[in-house]
């Protein structure tokens, strides 16, 4: 059994910088590639990074690539997302889970999640 909850988030303005981070229970962590999700209002939640389970590898959605960096700490049980360069677009509510590689994409896995945690970027 995997719980989640994300936290870090806030109101910034553009061009700013947040540090969100999930913290997970559970004695298979580990075992886990794990990514980060974003929700904004009317939208679906779409998949934003993963990194894999020993941290050896990283992907990211296009539009953050250069601007986001997905790192993990096993021994902690968490996994943050740094956010720079925040764009107005980037306002959402941010999820962490458990993820796998489904053919070209990745999605959760298990569906697990927290609550999630408000990223607002401001113009």
């Known amino acids: 059994q995997v719980q989640l909850a994300e936290s870090g988030g806030g109101l910034v303005q553009a061009g700013g910088s947040l540090r969100l981070s999930c913290a997970a229970s559970?004695?298979?962590?580990?075992?886990?590639?794990m990514g980060w999700f974003r929700q904004a209002p009317g939208k679906g939640r779409e998949w934003i990074a993963t990194i894999t389970w020993d941290g050896g590898r990283t992907y990211y959605k296009d539009s953050v690539k250069g601007r986001f960096t997905i790192s993990r700490d096993n021994t902690k049980n968490t996994v943050d997302l740094q956010m720079n360069s925040l764009k107005p677009e980037d306002t959402a509510v941010y999820y962490c889970?458990?993820?796998?590689?489904?053919?070209?994409?990745?999605?959760?896995?298990?569906?697990?999640w927290g609550q999630g945690t408000q990223v607002t970027v401001s113009s």
């Open positions: 559970g004695r298979t962590f580990s075992a886990y590639a």
């Open positions: 889970s458990p993820v796998a590689a489904y053919g070209s994409t990745w999605d959760s896995f298990g569906d697990y």
